[in-house]
């Protein structure tokens, strides 16, 4: 073997991102070992991925499960070390944002194996999100910086750490090309339930600015349901526990919810959707690349290029969100500031590079 890589993922879009990587590890002829720390847990958000994703099972599962986050963080710190110990990867890969990557990126380093960080250099620059805590975090920790714009190769290099900086492109844009021109093929998907296509909206809101205050969920649930045609809203098991806590409904107006959809079955409905309205950072550019317009319900996006081109509008309020959802279409662009669809074998080889 040539190197010896070992990816962590416990949330949802970090099994996104394991697949292709794990497709080009695999095609290399590189070893490459999968540990899901357990953050998700619901077949819906974990397993589905990595059976429809053709991952296979991961090596090693943690089960560490939901808490606070020094709790959960903690519990997949103390779980890791005897992992690393065991496997001595050549490279530890964390991916994106969540307490899962900033706990593998923090025992790595104390280990002294090197840590590469996949979706680096992304900035809200709003302190208050844990996801923003969790990537900087894990930047300054990682030896080496895996970006997927030249936006965030330039926060980078304004943190001082562009001589560890490679731009490699987004591998979501690889699975979202497969899986798209997959499903196109097959015709394989089926639509969602009770709405036609090109008829309804797509919506996903599950971050803890929009769920954890009452109020705020409140005003974003009456968002969506005064919209002017179906939403469907697919109901992450965080917004379900916080809307039934609250006594608020998920079902009125024009809003139906239901539960999260697989990846071939979540991109077919995108596709087939009018408008997409999330608080979802993988979601933005999914949209963007199937070229449906999106509205962001948060007050700054780290993917600001789909904002620049006119797919994306950022929208707070009940009216902001109203009239984001119902502007006109967007000029058409070829521009493609994610990349080409080849991003995760350029990262293997990357990693495979004498050190
Ligand atoms: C996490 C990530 C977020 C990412 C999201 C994708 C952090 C800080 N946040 O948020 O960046 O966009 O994943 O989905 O890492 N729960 C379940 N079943 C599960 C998982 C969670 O019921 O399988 C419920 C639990 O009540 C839990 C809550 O959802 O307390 C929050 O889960 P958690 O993993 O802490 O964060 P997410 O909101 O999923």
Redesign the pocket.
Known sequence: MLVKILSVVG???QFVKLAPIHHAARAAGVEHVIVHTG????PL??DVFFDDLGIGAPDVHLGVG?GS?GV?TGAMLAALDAVFDEHRPDWVLVYG???STVAAALSAVKLHIPVAHLEAGLRSFNRRM??EH?RVLTDHAADLLLAPTQVAVDHLRREGLGARTVLVGDVMTDVLFDVRDRVTADGEVTALEGVSPGEYYLATI?RAENTDDPERLQQVVDALAGLDRPVVLLA???VV?KAAAHGISLDRGSLTSRPPLAYPELIAAVAASAGVVTD??GLQKEAFLLRVPCTTVRTETEWVETVELGWNVLANTREEIAAAVTRPRPAETDAAPYGDGHAAARVVSVLAEPR
């Open positions: 949330a949802r879009p953050q998700h847990y619901d958000l974990s939901s986050h959960q944002d969540t307490n844990p996801e969790n599950h992450h098991p965080r526990a979802s950072g």
